[in-house]
């Protein structure tokens, strides 16, 4: 049956045309502060298009600002967290589809539950911990809160992918030959990719955003993670909008790019969960 | 296989009850310095102090950390120098930097005390120093200026109202730098409307109407609403007022003085004629930008904020007022107290640490410092420097600091609780005068109230640590 242009104009193209313009303007005032030289910023008449278009704001953010080494930073902490994130959230996702073992509700309850906790209530208490343990100034530190928050979600999320491939698979690879372990290896996870992917990514955005831990257990500036480079930006009496807009672009700018790129399995990803077996 | 699996599960939770209980263990901590390997004689002869740990060894080299509680691009580069500077006159001393987030510092503080690491040294908030004496976290530095010859050229107004803090009288901090209280003014919209500069601060409410013509959407004044907003307008009053007591004799807070009603009414009636509507929630960044873009012609903060005023509207055309007559004809400086630099009793170095912030608070540092800034040096010497001099407003707010006439005024930040209080139910109550809710006289009679409750449980608190 033939789409009216009318639907097609009403209901397909207005409404993403609207959310587009709702979702695109801030990063575009963003991206056109970021150009402008600091003193234009806010002079009125208000120049939407920056003019004259500067540079400067990204080195100033980049060298005086030092995001070289906070983007350093928060590239190391992400990716090596989002690699234990996703090898913990696999493995109990597998556990909590597969498997049947007393107390499963309750331990899945609990997951959902933790989420609920305001992470600065845990503040003091995994200081103590952590300076006990003397990871206190240590990037270890922040990597391994970012798995403990990271992985309860990231696993009943994996859980669900998990559950939408079926385990006669599994049972078929076995009969082959393969060991338990090897079917997981060779049959699951080729399968769970989406799955994986969906996971990373959602686990990146957490962890690359995260500021509060960051700022309360790192004590040296070579440590420091883009956030909080962006945070020092806004002084006691003093904002450097343009130097504040170029950091948030780059800021923004890995997620984006990983985003655009694994766009398709995350779409794929997202349908696939929501099928079971 | 079962008893393999479960020797393996039994295992595994042995390991990580293992962890969990070597995270509970001991008090062992992570040093913010380090210490120097060998006790040795004290440095440099100045500073004898009191001291828990063996004095620094001249020949061994000692770090210790500073936290600068107000990091910024501009204080990066300045500490980048002062430290480059004080590291070559003292080579027995290392200073590692640390920038913290002016919004988050406090918090970092404050966990950082409770955990038994804060930094050897750091910039502090006047007003949170009743807070970390409480939790008896400062280094108190008397016996360490009793030897520091440069101590003489500190303000002694500012290092008097440090020493009102605490309950025993003692220096715990030296006050660096100081902002005074502005009213800021467009001098072209003033010159546009023909007027003259107010004189008082009923002028200017006066003056605010007289330069608002909505159809241009420019607007005479834009208020501080939203956070920060009463702290902002208590210094207001006392300008306003003249009075100089915040307590009675009687122990009652002086925030509900008809005058402060009388000012607040006035102040009140230019939300959304003399104002934006979206004043009502402004804070710090919203007001000054609504004044560097040329929407608002006046705006009250303090002399921290002329950098900004200087790269957007341009030198020459903004004025800074600093002193408004009072109805008393009193001339003072209301004072929400200065930034300073203290020593913190976690340190393993604190004579080391001592050491650095006498040099950030001598002439050179303290001097280089607030120039790069625009700030009011706690320095008498830097106070006389050029760069002072040749600014018309730093110039009249050194003379009135020097003359030896100006009655300095802080407002009650000794009073524990003072800071929740403004956040937490303040700013709320001054939103409400704003929008016509409540009353100014009945803002500030329930303000007055909870400021007495807080000064009697002070006093209380004192008299049980025998003050």
């Known amino acids: ?277 | 296989m079962k008893k393999q699996k479960r020797g393996f599960s039994l295992l595994m939770s042995a390991a990580l009850t293992g962890v969990l209980l070597c995270g509970c263990g001991g008090q062992s901590g992570t040093p913010t310095t380090t210490q120097a390997a060998q006790p040795g004689t004290a440095a440099d002869g100045q500073t004898q102090g009191q001291s828990q740990s063996a004095p620094a060894d001249s020949s061994e080299q000692v770090t210790i950390t500073f936290w600068d509680h107000s990091a910024s691009e501009i204080h990066t580069q300045i500490f980048t120098h002062l430290i480059e500077e004080f590291e070559k006159e003292n080579h027995d001393i290392k200073v590692n930097f640390v920038p913290i987030p002016a919004s988050d510092a406090k918090a970092k503080y404050d966990v950082a005390i409770q955990s038994g690491t804060a930094p050897d040294c750091g910039g502090v908030s006047q007003y949170w120093m009743s807070d970390f004496i409480v939790q008896n976290a400062l280094v108190a530095l008397d016996d360490y200026m009793a030897g520091w010859d440069n101590g003489q050229y500190l303000l002694e107004m500012y290092q008097q109202s440090i020493r009102d803090m605490a309950s025993d009288g003692k220096t715990y901090a030296l006050a660096h730098r100081v902002t005074l209280p502005t009213v800021w003014l467009n001098n072209q919209m003033l010159a546009d409307a023909g007027k003259e500069l107010p004189s008082d601060w009923l002028e200017v409410c006066e003056l605010a109407q007289e330069l608002t013509d909505t159809s241009k959407g420019l607007y005479g004044f834009s208020i501080r609403g939203g956070a920060g907003s009463s702290q902002q307008f208590e210094q207001m009053m006392y300008m306003h007022s003249g009075e100089e007591m915040m307590f009675d004799e009687n122990g009652n807070s002086t925030v509900n003085d008809p005058a402060h009603v009388e000012l607040l009414a006035a102040f009140a009636d230019l939300y959304m004629k003399a104002t934006p509507e979206s004043d009502l929630t402004n804070g710090y960044a919203e007001m000054v930008a609504a004044f560097d873009s040329g929407t608002a012609a006046m705006i009250f903060h303090n002399l921290g904020s002329y950098g900004e005023h200087k790269k957007t509207l341009g030198e020459g055309n903004f004025t800074a007022i600093t002193t408004l007559e009072s109805k008393k004809e009193t001339q003072a400086i209301i004072s929400n107290g200065a930034t300073c630099n203290a020593v913190f009793k976690d340190s393993k170095n604190p004579e080391a640490a001592f050491r650095f912030v006498a040099y950030l608070n001598e002439h050179y540092a303290c001097s280089y410092f607030n120039s790069q800034i625009g700030q009011i040096p706690c320095n008498e010497e830097a106070l006389q420097d050029d760069w002072v001099v040749e600014v018309t407003h730093m110039k009249a707010a050194a003379d009135a600091i020097l003359s030896g006439n100006c009655t300095l005024i802080t407002v009650p930040i000794n009073v524990i609780g003072y800071y929740d209080l403004h956040n937490n139910e303040l700013v709320q109550g001054f939103q409400q005068v704003l929008l016509k809710e409540i009353s100014a006289q009945q803002y500030l009679d329930d303000w007055a109230e909870s400021m007495t409750g807080l000064k009697k449980d002070y006093d209380a608190y004192l008299a049980s640590m025998g003050q």
């Open chain 1, 1 to 277: 049956m033939k789409t009216k242009l009318s639907d097609k104009i009403f209901r397909r193209w207005l409404p993403l045309v609207l959310i587009n313009i709702f979702v695109l303007i801030p990063i575009w005032w963003t991206l056109v502060t970021s150009l402008k030289q600091e003193g234009d910023i806010l002079k009125k008449p208000v120049r939407y298009i920056p003019d004259p278009a500067t540079l400067e704001n990204y080195m100033r953010a980049w060298v005086n600002c030092r995001f070289d080494r906070y983007f350093f930073n928060s590239m190391r902490i992400a990716v090596v967290s989002v690699f234990f994130i996703v090898v913990i959230a696999i493995i109990t996702g597998y556990a909590l589809s597969r498997f049947q073992f007393q107390g499963k509700n309750g331990f899945m309850l609990m997951l959902l539950c933790i989420q609920f906790i305001p992470h600065a209530v845990l503040l003091i208490p995994l200081f103590q911990i952590f300076n006990t343990m003397g990871l206190i100034g240590k990037p270890l530190s922040v990597i391994l809160v970012c798995i403990t928050f990271q992985f309860p979600f990231n696993s009943i999320l994996i859980r669900g992918f998990i559950g939408g491939i079926p385990y006669t698979l599994e049972e078929a690879a076995q009969i082959d030959g393969c060991s338990w372990l090897m079917a997981v290896w060779k049959v699951v996870i080729p399968m769970l990719i989406p799955g994986i992917v969906t996971t990373a990514a959602f686990a990146f955005i957490g962890v690359w955003n995260e500021f509060l831990f960051s700022m309360m257990f790192l004590n040296d500036a070579n440590n420091y993670t883009i956030p909080i480079g962006l945070k020092m930006m806004q002084g006691e009496y003093n904002i450097s909008y343009g130097a504040l807009a170029a950091g948030a672009i780059i800021a923004m700018s890995i997620p984006v790019a990983l985003f655009a790129y694994l766009q398709k399995y995350l779409v794929t990803g997202m349908g696939a969960g929501a099928v079971k077996g």
